[in-house]
């Protein structure tokens, strides 16, 4: 199978549709936070990815952040990332430079390595020294996904709800 992470553009809007019903179906939280967006007007929606990504009417203490979709040859989209070119201090805790996620029915498939290690080359060529990727705690596969990519651990967070938050750091210089 043949994997590209592609720009959000108007001419997948099936594909989106298709991607985010499934996510939507199974009940579980959309992730990353950046594809959680009503995407009833499609061409709205990618233009304010699109906005996000250039820093246009960004909201106060956000940064610049790049979407991408996971698309197999046939421009299925089987997973997405969000890429943040900053951290703000609530970043720096929670969110970290990254965020991906894999539609339910294509977990398992190395999808989100493929993901993770092309984020990471993107972080790169934005000349990020090294880069902070989080999970939840009970996030186990995606803590593996990270250690595979290089990620080592550092210092927890504990959000205000208990919920504890992973965080790794990944070095990205030469």
Known sequence: MSLKLVKPTTSLQDAYMDF???WVNSGEEIIPSALRKDPTNFEALVQSLVDT???VGLREGYVPATTRWLAD???KILGACNIRHDLTGPLLETGGHVGYG????????????FMLKE???FLKALEVPRALVTCNDD???SMRVIEKCGGMQGLPFTEKDGN???RFWIDLRD
């Open 20 to 22: 985010y019903q499934e």
């Open 53 to 55: 990504e250039e820093g």
């Open 73 to 75: 040859e046939k421009y």
């Open 102 to 113: 894999v539609r339910p029915s294509e977990r398992g498939n190395g999808h989100a390595t």
């Open 119 to 121: 984020t990471l080359k």
């Open 139 to 141: 996030n186990k596969a």
């Open 164 to 166: 504890v938050v992973r």
